[in-house]
């Protein structure tokens, strides 16, 4: 007896009703094959890129990594783009970092604040970053993104829940979309660069009475740098104040950056404190170098009132549990104390089993061994104090200077990009993740 459908059916109604089960199984794995294999493939069924293919070798070999790769500018690089860092590498094995060029900055948006090489620094010290490609292109072409699936092995591009839209209008990951090899992450609330930006102009708001021009150019980029987020413009007023952190800490987030681990027991400990504000590649390197000298590095972040006593009333701009968070993401920190006395006590040395306090040459004040209250005098005495000098020439000072030097340049770069943040706010919905 046969069946209709070409299904040839024996007598015994057992064995027929074997057959058709182990017939709807196979079918059923073959289609869910096909739905996964759909999954690499852009939308149409065509594979270009030899997506289908890629997988199937990467099937035959289970011990490949999943690599993930993220890009952007990383100017003026703060705890957002460390968190963000820090969740791309949270959906794979390896995390592969695009810095985009100079030039390819100055084209899409205007002059960067921090040159390539301290991007890279900045990049290249976050803890969560397994590799770095230089010049990477502000668009992600097909021929580039070949190359990301080719050359680097990268399985998944990321980006934020914004919006990366190029100059002409179209969205900057469309192709990574079609490809299937897309994937989405949340972008941290409560700070931009541009933000930033003007947190540093309030430290130099003073300007001479008659120079009414700078004056006048000076408050309409506070007021382009603020976002018009400051309290004067939501309740209606002008909005001439930069606004301060919107930034909410958490607890579980200063888990998420810490690295967990104590020193061990016969560890050689090196202690190094600072405020760490707008933290830069300068830090970043006297860190690198700092950790070399022992086997555990424990960094001081000062308290916001001292960073005010001694640097001045609109100091600091990132504010303490910023400046811990972008401290903690260093590659080379392993602890940090938030809220580090001035003073390096004997108490504390012990506390801690401090085996070493440094201190960069290069400083925003470096006449401290001339106070009468020395922060350093216990561990000089002790004879555990050290001065390092510091790789790079780079202070917070030096930040706000680039950017007093070019804010018309400034000015012109972020105008499209407050617009977009602000349309990015007044739709935001909740997205789910960290």
Same mark, same amino acid.
Not at 17 to 45: D, E, K, Q, V
């Given at each position: 007896?046969?069946?209709?459908?070409?299904?040839?059916?024996?007598?015994?109604?057992?064995?027929?009703?074997?057959?058709?089960?182990?017939?709807?199984?196979?079918?059923?794995?073959?289609?869910?094959?096909?739905?996964?294999?759909?999954?690499?493939?852009?939308?149409?069924?065509?594979?270009?890129?030899?997506?289908?293919?890629?997988?199937?070798?990467?099937?035959?070999?289970?011990?490949?990594?999943?690599?993930?790769?993220?890009?952007?500018?990383?100017?003026?690089?703060?705890?957002?783009?460390?968190?963000?860092?820090?969740?791309?590498?949270?959906?794979?094995?390896?995390? !592969?970092? +695009? &810095?985009?060029?100079? #030039? /390819?900055? *100055?084209?899409?948006?205007?002059?960067?604040? @921090?040159?390539?090489?301290? $991007?890279?620094?900045? !990049?290249? +010290? &976050?803890?969560?970053? #397994? /590799?770095? *490609?230089?010049?990477?292109?502000?668009?992600? @072409?097909?021929?580039?993104? $070949?190359?990301?699936?080719?050359?680097?092995?990268?399985?998944?591009?990321?980006?934020?829940?914004?919006?990366?839209?190029?100059?002409?209008?179209?969205?900057?990951?469309?192709?990574?979309?079609?490809?299937?090899?897309?994937?989405?992450?949340?972008?941290?609330?409560?700070?931009?660069?541009?933000?930033?930006?003007?947190?540093?102009?309030?430290?130099?708001?003073?300007?001479?009475?008659?120079?009414?021009?700078?004056?006048?150019?000076?408050?309409?980029?506070?007021?382009?740098?603020?976002?018009?987020?400051?309290?004067?413009?939501?309740?209606?007023?002008?909005?001439?104040?930069?606004?301060?952190?919107?930034?909410?800490?958490?607890?579980?987030?200063?888990?998420?950056?810490?690295?967990?681990?104590?020193?061990?027991?016969?560890?050689?400990?090196?202690?190094?404190?600072?405020?760490?504000?707008?933290?830069?590649?300068?830090?970043?390197?006297?860190?690198?170098?700092?950790?070399?000298?022992?086997?555990?590095?424990?960094?001081?972040?000062?308290?916001?009132?001292?960073?005010?006593?001694?640097?001045?009333?609109?100091?600091?701009?990132?504010?303490?549990?910023?400046?811990?968070?972008?401290?903690?993401?260093?590659?080379?920190?392993?602890?940090?104390?938030?809220?580090?006395?001035?003073?390096?006590?004997?108490?504390?040395?012990?506390?801690?089993?401090?085996?070493?306090?440094?201190?960069?040459?290069?400083?925003?004040?470096?006449?401290?061994?001339?106070?009468?209250?020395?922060?350093?005098?216990?561990?000089?005495?002790?004879?555990?104090?050290?001065?390092?000098?510091?790789?790079?020439?780079?202070?917070?000072?030096?930040?706000?200077?680039?950017?007093?030097?070019?804010?018309?340049?400034?000015?012109?770069?972020?105008?499209?990009?407050?617009?977009?943040?602000?349309?990015?706010?007044?739709?935001?919905?909740?997205?789910?993740?960290?």
């Amino acid at each position: 007896m046969s069946d209709p459908g070409g299904l040839a059916l024996t007598s015994s109604p057992s064995q027929n009703r074997a057959r058709l089960i182990s017939t709807c199984l196979a079918g059923c794995l073959i289609i869910g094959f096909t739905a996964i294999i759909r999954l690499y493939l852009p939308a149409g069924g065509n594979d270009p890129l030899g997506l289908g293919a890629r997988l199937r070798r990467r099937r035959k070999n289970s011990n490949h990594p999943v690599r993930v790769y993220m890009d952007g500018c990383f100017d003026m690089m703060h705890y957002g783009h460390c968190n963000a860092l820090r969740q791309a590498r949270a959906l794979g094995d390896q995390l !592969v970092v +695009g &810095v985009v060029s100079d #030039d /390819e900055i *100055i084209a899409n948006k205007g002059p960067p604040v @921090t040159p390539l090489n301290e $991007r890279m620094i900045m !990049v290249s +010290g &976050v803890k969560w970053v #397994d /590799e770095v *490609i230089l010049d990477a292109p502000y668009a992600i @072409t097909e021929d580039f993104m $070949r190359k990301l699936f080719d050359e680097y092995k990268i399985d998944y591009i990321i980006h934020g829940d914004d919006p990366c839209v190029l100059p002409d209008g179209t969205d900057a990951y469309a192709l990574a979309k079609k490809a299937g090899r897309y994937k989405q992450i949340k972008r941290t609330e409560g700070v931009s660069s541009t933000d930033i930006v003007g947190r540093m102009l309030l430290c130099v708001r003073e300007r001479p009475k008659s120079d009414t021009h700078k004056n006048q150019n000076h408050s309409s980029l506070q007021r382009q740098f603020s976002h018009g987020h400051s309290q004067k413009f939501e309740d209606g007023g002008s909005g001439n104040g930069t606004r301060v952190s919107h930034f909410l800490p958490t607890s579980r987030r200063i888990v998420q950056f810490s690295n967990g681990k104590a020193p061990g027991p016969n560890a050689h400990i090196i202690y190094i404190a600072g405020a760490f504000d707008l933290f830069h590649a300068g830090h970043v390197e006297i860190l690198k170098l700092a950790r070399g000298l022992g086997d555990f590095l424990l960094v001081g972040i000062h308290t916001d009132q001292t960073v005010s006593a001694n640097r001045g009333a609109h100091r600091p701009i990132m504010n303490l549990h910023e400046r811990s968070l972008s401290v903690l993401a260093c590659r080379y920190v392993d602890e940090v104390i938030i809220g580090a006395p001035w003073e390096v006590s004997k108490d504390m040395i012990t506390t801690f089993n401090i085996s070493l306090v440094v201190h960069g040459l290069i400083s925003e004040r470096n006449d401290f061994q001339k106070d009468e209250g020395n922060p350093y005098a216990v561990p000089i005495d002790m004879g555990i104090f050290k001065v390092l000098q510091s790789p790079l020439d780079i202070t917070t000072t030096t930040i706000i200077r680039r950017i007093v030097a070019n804010h018309n340049a400034y000015l012109k770069r972020n105008e499209k990009k407050a617009e977009c943040e602000r349309r990015y706010y007044e739709g935001k919905t909740y997205v789910s993740g960290d």
